[in-house]
């Protein structure tokens, strides 16, 4: 399926191509190029912006999106070691991915909510290309030269060639959830539960780096991790004093976030500990300790807030009069980010998420702790607490009545990428960006 694009906006498209060769993917293993034509590592032949290379280089999950909008491949094989942005051999590909097996981020878990969209993907080297190419008169090196000279596809149905995979499951980890109660003191109100949460987990380490190894996620989400004890000693000290929260809160720091929100959707769907009917509001933390250089207004003094604006518009105006209250400046920024709060959601439970973005340490060794604005910290865990304490001793919350809505199917949080655009019908894991897939609620 040549490097297995479909841009019409740069006048090259594989895939409609093959439709209009009647060339059907469906369960067949598709054999493309990596990355798009291209003159070296940062010059694409193709007519992009400035000559630079293309999502279809960027974001390999752009063909995959493609690819299962145009039917359903048994597999997809990507010759590597052939583009110009990639370095490394195929063989020192296979040994830094042998390298990364002990990481805990590399490990595939149980995917209690995985998407079966996603075929089954392997880099391949040319050689092992070329015995699949054997009869077609190409090689796979003759075959992007061709491409690329005249930026036509070249796609061919192949005969008599067959793929066969097999992979092998690694042992189950096991991990778990930390929860902590604090029971309400209103006779009445204290069935309602409050649910404040953050996930503990991170990325584990790489073997493959030089110098540090360790992925020690301190603003992701050990900052979000660090405020849930923090209040939940607060609230503590309040009930010790006989000033004790009118509603029941249960702290609880997920496991397995990382992997797909995995500990918040056990709990959710599996082995809630407290009725998911008595489970008024969700307050989720992931990342509260550091600073997005893409913010809107470059502020290091705001807050990321996701919010459903259906199920939490009372939520939202709460938070906004504590902030007022607290007076500590901070800029409340709409957003969309995916964590545990999705699970919540996925039961129609109300939420509130807060978050600093996506930090220049995102998901690197370097997100230590000598990287957290302490004090911003402090101010985004204030106005947390605050609004927590308001939602837990206001008589009449005004929440909707979650039985009168439904759930319309479930879409990807906005990336950038094609899939921002597909309707799932299922919940779980994006197939194409990994990220997880948000409720599309409707009255």
């Known amino acids: 399926a040549g490097y297995g694009i479909a841009a019409d906006s740069l006048k090259y498209n594989d895939l409609k191509v093959m439709s209009g060769q009647k060339i059907p993917m469906d369960g067949k293993w598709v054999l493309i190029l990596a990355d798009e034509p291209l003159l070296n590592d940062s010059t694409s032949l193709l007519p992009t912006a400035n000559k630079k290379v293309s999502v279809w280089s960027r974001n390999f999950f752009a063909k995959m999106t493609a690819m299962i909008q145009a039917g359903k491949p048994a597999g997809v094989l990507v010759i590597s070691d052939l583009s110009p942005r990639q370095k490394l051999g195929i063989r020192q590909m296979a ?208 807050t990321y807030l996701v919010s459903s604006p259906i199920l939490s518009t009372s939520l939202v105006e709460i938070n906004s009069a504590m902030s007022k209250l607290i007076n500590d400046g901070l800029e409340i920024t709409p957003n969309a980010f995916p964590s545990d709060h999705i699970n919540f959601a996925n039961q129609l439970i109300p939420y509130l998420y807060y978050s600093s973005g996506l930090t220049e340490h995102y998901h690197k060794v370097s997100d230590e702790p000598q990287t957290i604005d302490y004090e911003h910290l402090a101010r985004v865990t204030r106005l947390v607490f605050a609004t927590t304490w308001t939602i837990a001793n206001k008589p009449n919350l005004n929440l909707p009545d979650r039985t009168k809505f439904k759930i319309n199917g479930y879409i990807c949080p906005p990336c950038n990428l094609p899939c921002d655009n597909i309707h799932f019908d299922k919940p779980g894991v994006c197939p194409v960006c990994q990220m997880a897939l948000t409720p599309n609620i409707v009255p």
Request: charged share 20%; no cysteine.
């Open 95 to 302: 040994a830094q991915t042998l390298t990364q097996f002990d990481r805990i981020g590399t490990v595939v878990l149980k995917p209690v909510n995985s998407s079966s969209l996603l075929p089954p993907t392997y880099v391949v080297s040319s050689q092992f290309a070329d015995a699949i190419l054997k009869n077609t008169g190409y090689t796979s090196v003759s075959l992007q030269q061709a491409i690329n000279k005249n930026l036509k596809p070249i796609v061919m149905d192949i005969k008599d060639v067959e793929v066969i995979a097999k992979g092998e499951r690694f042992d189950e980890l096991k991990t778990e959830n930390v929860l902590g109660y604090i029971e309400g003191s209103d006779p009445v109100l204290k069935n309602e539960v409050i649910v404040v949460s953050a996930h503990y987990d991170h990325l584990g380490k790489n073997t493959s780096l030089n110098g540090d190894q360790i992925y020690n996620g301190a603003a992701d989400d050990g900052s979000g991790t660090a405020a849930v004890l923090a209040m939940a000693q607060a609230f503590m000290n309040a009930k010790n004093a006989g000033q004790g929260p009118k509603r029941s809160i249960l702290f609880f720091n997920t496991s397995g976030e990382e992997k797909g929100i995995l500990g918040s959707r056990f709990y959710t769907v599996d082995q809630p500990v407290i009725p998911l009917e008595r489970t008024i509001v969700n307050i989720n933390m992931d990342g509260v300790g550091g600073f997005d250089l893409k913010h809107p207004t470059q502020s290091k003094n705001y």
